[in-house]
T-cell receptor, first 113, second 113 residues
Framework: GNSVTQMEGPVTLSEEAFLTINCTYTATGYPSLFWYVQYPGEGLQLLLKATKADDKGSNKGFEATYRKETTSFHLEKGSVQVSDSAVYFCALTSSSNTGKLIFGQGTTLQVKP | NAGVTQTPKFRVLKTGQSMTLLCAQDMNHEYMYWYRQDPGMGLRLIHYSVGEGTTAKGEVPDGYNVSRLKKQNFLLGLESAAPSQTSVYFC????????????FGQGTRLTVV
C-alpha cells in the first residue's frame, strides 16, 4: 500500500542555519506530494505541493522537488527563522480522486535564536 | 474567513461515555475527512465523505461513527469511549481531487480517562 516515511525528529537548529527534512514515499500510480506545517496550537496548513515528477514546490523560502527516481520529496530552506519552529508533515494523495491524505510521522523543528 | 471549524476544542470523557464532535465548513467542499493525530504516527484517516449523505471508512474506523446530513457539516461520534481513543482529532475538507489542498480545523483534544 501507499506510505510516507519522514526523518526522525526533533530537529534543533540555530537561526539562519540550512534545513533539510527527508521524506520518501511508496505509492502506486502517480501520487501528488505535499508538505503541511502545524504551528503550535493550530491545525495543519499547506506549505507547498508538487503534482508530477520533477515539479518543484516552493513557498515562504521552503522548497521541495518531486523525485520519482528516488521516490523522495525532501524539504529544504536556506536560512531558517525562529518563526519556522513547527511540526512538518510530508503527505501524499493517491491517484484516486478522493483527496485522502497519507501522512508521514511528522518532524518537529525547533529554531533557536 | 471561518474555513473549517471544529467544536469542542477540548474534552475529557470517562471510559464508556459517548460524545459527538462537530465539524463545519463554509467553502462548499464536497469532500470532508476526520483524522486522528497520535505522537510518532502522523495523522491517520478515520472516516471520510464524498458528499452529502455519504460516508466511507478510512484507515482506523473502529469505535467511531460518522454522519453527513448536510453538505457543510460532518459529525464524528464515539459511542463508548475507550482510553485508546485519547488523541487529537482533526477535521478537513477539500475539493477531493488528488492535487488539491485540504483545509484543516484547529483540532479537538480528547482525553478518555
Amino acid at each position: 500500500g501507499n506510505s510516507v516515511t519522514q526523518m526522525e525528529g526533533p530537529v534543533t537548529l540555530s537561526e539562519e542555519a540550512f534545513l533539510t527534512i527527508n521524506c520518501t514515499y511508496t505509492a502506486t500510480g502517480y501520487p501528488s506530494l505535499f508538505w503541511y506545517v502545524q504551528y503550535p496550537g493550530e491545525g495543519l496548513q499547506l506549505l507547498l505541493k508538487a503534482t508530477k515528477a520533477d515539479d518543484k514546490g516552493s513557498n515562504k523560502g521552503f522548497e521541495a522537488t518531486y523525485r520519482k527516481e528516488t521516490t523522495s520529496f525532501h524539504l529544504e530552506k536556506g536560512s531558517v527563522q525562529v518563526s519556522d519552529s513547527a511540526v512538518y508533515f510530508c503527505a501524499l494523495t493517491s491517484s484516486s480522486n478522493t483527496g485522502k491524505l497519507i501522512f508521514g510521522q511528522g518532524t518537529t523543528l525547533q529554531v533557536k535564536p | 474567513n471561518a474555513g473549517v471549524t471544529q467544536t469542542p476544542k477540548f474534552r475529557v470523557l470517562k471510559t464508556g461515555q459517548s460524545m459527538t464532535l462537530l465539524c463545519a465548513q463554509d467553502m462548499n467542499h464536497e469532500y470532508m475527512y476526520w483524522y486522528r493525530q497520535d505522537p510518532g504516527m502522523g495523522l491517520r484517516l478515520i472516516h471520510y465523505s464524498v458528499g452529502e449523505g455519504t460516508t466511507a471508512k478510512g484507515e482506523v474506523p473502529d469505535g467511531y461513527n460518522v454522519s453527513r446530513l448536510k453538505k457543510q457539516n460532518f459529525l464524528l461520534g464515539l459511542e463508548s469511549a475507550a482510553p485508546s481513543q485519547t488523541s487529537v482529532y482533526f477535521c478537513a475538507s477539500s475539493l477531493g481531487q488528488r492535487n488539491t489542498e485540504a483545509f484543516f480545523g484547529q483540532g479537538t483534544r480528547l482525553t478518555v480517562v
